[in-house]
């Protein structure tokens, strides 16, 4: 069984100040882990993932996280947040074999200040 | 464009109707996944098809059922709608290790 937790609902930072978004895991099984964001009234878009190799993962828009398996932790980064980062933004968790369906965690709301 | 087109966009119509949401998955994938997003649920899993064979189920009600055809497209049929049933509904495609590809979604609305 898999399950995410992503720690705060809301957050808000400062435009040009470092961002960090959180998200744990449990699975029984090696994981593949996600982060995706959705913009207001849009799709959900893939920002990053993990599935093997190195455990810190770049991806768009300045965005990276890192794999800590003895922190079953997989927390969102970016230096330096722009207004266009206020979305939300949802952490998931698939096995990584089967059916590879994603439990998503409850989404955190970004917002950046002027 | 993601690749994954999912019609109608908006949809509303009262209690104890029946709709159908479409999915066309992006190209060359396999796996339909159909996810419910609310207020208060969150993104839920219902069902995933690979290939025309459902491969698993999630929180899906019995009102609810899905199909993909042998073109891949994936259908999602609500049947006996209540209030409670209003959310946005997306599809996602995908190949195994590569994330999802999700549609812009339906959002259903009844009143």
């Known amino acids: 069984a898999q399950s995410v937790t992503q720690l705060g609902s809301h957050v808000s930072v400062s435009e040009g100040a470092l961002v960090l978004l959180r998200c744990n895991y449990s699975?029984?099984?090696?994981?593949?882990l996600f982060w995706y964001v959705q913009y207001p009234n849009q799709g959900l878009q893939l920002l990053l993932k993990y599935t093997t190799g190195a455990t810190l993962v770049k991806g768009i828009n300045g965005f990276e996280a890192e794999f800590k398996k003895s922190e079953t932790s997989f927390h969102l980064t970016k230096p330096s947040a722009h207004m266009s980062d206020a979305a939300e933004y949802f952490c998931a968790v698939s096995a990584t074999s089967g059916t590879y369906k994603y439990i998503f965690g409850t989404g955190t709301r970004l917002k950046v200040l002027a | 464009d993601s690749g994954v087109t999912q019609t109608p966009k908006h949809l509303i119509t009262a209690t104890g109707q029946r709709v159908t949401l479409r999915c066309s998955p992006r190209?060359?994938?396999?796996?339909v996944y159909w996810y419910q997003q609310s207020l208060d649920q969150g993104l839920q899993f219902l069902i995933h098809?690979?290939?025309?064979?459902?491969?698993a189920k999630g929180n899906i009600l019995e009102r609810f059922s899905a199909q993909q055809f042998p073109d891949l497209h994936s259908e999602l049929n609500l049947s006996s709608l209540e209030l409670g049933d209003s959310a946005l509904y997306f599809c996602?495609?995908?190949?195994?290790?590569?994330?999802?590809?999700f549609g812009s979604g339906t959002r259903l609305t009844v009143v």
């Open positions: 190209s060359g994938d396999l796996s």
């Open positions: 996602a495609s995908s190949q195994p290790g590569y994330g999802y590809t």
């Open positions: 098809y690979y290939n025309g064979e459902e491969r």
């Open positions: 699975s029984s099984v090696p994981p593949y």
